[in-house]
């Protein structure tokens, strides 16, 4: 698959659990974001990667932790998380920090 | 911090009739304003943006007026068939001191009935 890829596409999990959320874009791209998508609410930007550094946290919550190993790969760590976490969580890259947004097709989480 | 305010919340038309969103955002220094759209279930896709130092924007069936006075900003589309049925969100860029960090407006429910 070309562009930006999200795995998995669906989560359910407990608040006890731990699990990652994984993007990859193929598209040469130097700077990665997540985004969390709620209902009726504006797409919200969590974190951004430019560079494989991390350049903006918008006061997220520590049980959400990134981690980008290199420029083509983004993860969000996630535990203990609560209800109100349950959202689509989107990533999206750009060819560089001032550049065009491409989105991956999301992760829908499901916190029980 | 920027903020953009986006409406209408929902829109149907009829199928070839126009339709028209409109957003507002607060900082005068943002210079970049996208438009997605997002079907459901799939991932937003740019379909057309305007920077600060051009009033207006054509892609075929696709306009988006700016007034950079007023601090709003306009999609028009024309021509309207089912499957622009979407939800469309504007954004604002904050200033180029911020990089690529885009506002979002709340998104607007476009249907278009047959």
């Known amino acids: 698959e070309t562009g930006v890829t999200q795995t998995p596409r669906h989560l359910v999990m407990g608040m006890t659990n731990k699990k990652s959320l994984k993007c990859e874009q193929h598209l040469g791209h130097n700077a990665m974001y997540w985004y969390k998508q709620s209902a009726k609410k504006p797409l919200e930007l969590m974190f951004v990667?430019?560079?494989?550094?991390?350049?903006e946290n918008n006061s997220v919550p520590s049980r959400f932790s990134p981690e980008c190993p290199n420029s083509s790969h983004l993860f969000l760590h996630l535990h203990t998380l609560q209800p109100e976490d349950s959202a689509l969580y989107l990533c999206a890259s750009s060819q560089d920090y001032f550049g065009e947004q491409y989105f991956g097709p999301g992760t829908r989480l499901t916190v029980t | 911090g920027e903020n953009v305010e986006q409406h209408p919340s929902t829109l149907s038309v009829q199928e070839g009739d126009s339709a028209v969103i409109k957003c507002t955002y607060s900082d005068s220094a943002s210079n970049y304003f996208p438009w997605y759209k997002q079907e459901l279930g799939k991932r937003p896709q740019l379909i057309i943006d305007i920077r600060s130092n051009v009033g207006e924007k054509k892609d075929q069936r696709i306009a988006v007026t700016l007034n950079k006075t007023a601090k709003h900003f306009s999609l028009h589309i024309t021509e309207t068939q089912p499957e622009d049925s979407a939800v469309y969100f504007c954004a604002a860029r904050q200033n180029m001191e911020y990089g690529n960090k885009l506002v979002f407006g709340a998104g607007t429910i476009l249907r278009v009935k047959s």
């Open positions: 990667y430019s560079l494989e550094e991390r350049v």
